[in-house]
T-cell receptor, first 113, second 112 residues
Framework: DTAVSQTPKYLVTQMGNDKSIKCEQNLGHDTMYWYKQDSKKFLKIMFSYNNKELIINETVPNRFSPKSPDKAHLNLHINSLELGDSAVYFC????????????FGSGTRLTVV | DAKTTQPPSMDCAEGRAANLPCNHSTISGNEYVYWYRQIHSQGPQYIIHGLKNNETNEMASLIITEDRKSSTLILPHATLRDTAVYYCIVRPSQGGSEKLVFGKGTKLTVNP
């Protein structure tokens, strides 16, 4: 019974395509996040939503658009994919006001060819 | 913009204690010390966090110096499955809009 689940686990696509990654958490957390881990293994936050409201939006190209239909889901849509978008994308959730740790999903490895 | 400094790598013998140091000399009074780890090809995993008192849970112990400028994560009996990158992070506990910023971490290798 996975707490934070992402789909797909692997995604290979051509440059210029549009793709989406889905994330769902069953922990009842209020806050969800998207992180990107590049080839050098640096983990960087991209977005954060709290109760469907965007609260963190780092310097990310407009081609990336998060969508949160409800507080259990945070999807990431990427338009016009570029080679540099190849990375592992991690979804996470937390109950922010309790100071507990984040729970991460297992990641989506995106390869743009 | 990570506020912590960690050694890039460490080795530990299986069954021995692994002591991972972290410097956070600019930590503020309301900031907690969090530890996460990332096992190869998996998502980061929360380990433990603390403010000023030492903390222990089923995974590890966290020792924070009295001046709070450094801390040590202790894995009491390291196993091969503890081989991972360990991240020390400081942030306010009541997260809200405060993001979790990962540095480069320490790559711990547990050897048989």
């Amino acid at each position: 019974d996975t707490a934070v689940s992402q789909t797909p686990k692997y995604l290979v696509t051509q440059m210029g395509n549009d793709k989406s990654i889905k994330c769902e958490q069953n922990l009842g957390h209020d806050t969800m996040y998207w992180y990107k881990q590049d080839s050098k293994k640096f983990l960087k936050i991209m977005f954060s939503y709290n109760n469907k409201e965007l609260i963190i939006n780092e310097t990310v190209p407009n081609r990336f658009s998060p969508k949160s239909p409800d507080k259990a889901h945070l999807n990431l849509h990427i338009n016009s994919l570029e080679l540099g978008d190849s990375a592992v994308y991690f979804c996470a959730s937390s109950q922010g006001d309790r100071g507990e740790g984040y729970t991460f999903g297992s990641g989506t490895r995106l390869t743009v060819v | 913009d990570a506020k912590t400094t960690q050694p890039p790598s460490m080795d530990c013998a299986e069954g021995r204690a692994a002591n991972l140091p972290c410097n956070h000399s600019t930590i503020s009074g309301n900031e907690y010390v969090y530890w996460y780890r990332q096992i190869h090809s998996q998502g980061p995993q929360y380990i433990i966090h603390g403010l000023k008192n030492n903390e222990t849970n089923e995974m590890a112990s966290l020792i924070i110096t009295e001046d709070r400028k450094s801390s040590t994560l202790i894995l009491p009996h390291a196993t091969l499955r503890d081989t991972a990158v360990y991240y020390c992070i400081v942030r306010p506990s009541q997260g809200g809009s405060e993001k979790l910023v990962f540095g480069k971490g320490t790559k711990l290798t547990v050897n048989p």
